[in-house]
């Protein structure tokens, strides 16, 4: 199998347990507790496209032809197969462009939070919800102010990283360059008040992690 040649596998087959060993008192001050996911991936990835691991066999639904292959199952893991991620990412596009998005100009928009504040992020992970909720409802808020009782479109995406592989999450976008009425019609606008954008996030995020605790 070939993932089984690659480096990424090898790293993970030799040194996951070792890691995990290694873990607590290494890495988790800098960078939480190790959690069960983490291993659970490391598992599945290191089954994924093995066919010992289960498999399912695809047969030709021609009469006269009796030819079958075995296929593997996959991992299905999110940010560490190479292959099931990119499979992921191209299921994931093509929904956005054929079920979701309609036919208007979208921005591509991103919320982020200074570093003072990434920690409390790095140790509960429950705390991401408040990602989505303050974008969002600082999305409607700005809309309802120039264009009353209309709602935009808007889909959001979690990353919990910087290009330095850092922890720095925050949240990507599609938003949509205007909003719709009650009856589905499109209202076009010409920009985005980025700055009372941020405004508005910024003071839903430190209510919201205010009322956290």
Known sequence: MIYE???LYRVIFNFHEK??????REFQQHYGAFRAVVRESFNRYLSCGILAHGCA???CQDKNCKHSILIAFSCKCRGLCP???KKRGIIFAETLHEDVLLPVEQAHIVFTIPKRLRGFFRYDRNLNQLLFSSAWESICDLFEEVLPGCKPGCVLS???SGELLNFNVHLHGLLTMGA??????FHPLPHIDALALQ??????????LKDQG
């Open 180 to 185: 719709f009425d009650s009856e589905g019609n």
């Open 199 to 208: 405004k508005l996030f910024q003071h839903k995020l430190l209510h919201a």
């Open 158 to 160: 979690l990353e919990s």
């Open 83 to 85: 292959a099931c991620a």
């Open 5 to 7: 040649r690659t480096d």
């Open 19 to 24: 890691l995990e060993i290694a873990w607590e």
């Open 57 to 59: 066999r695809a047969e």
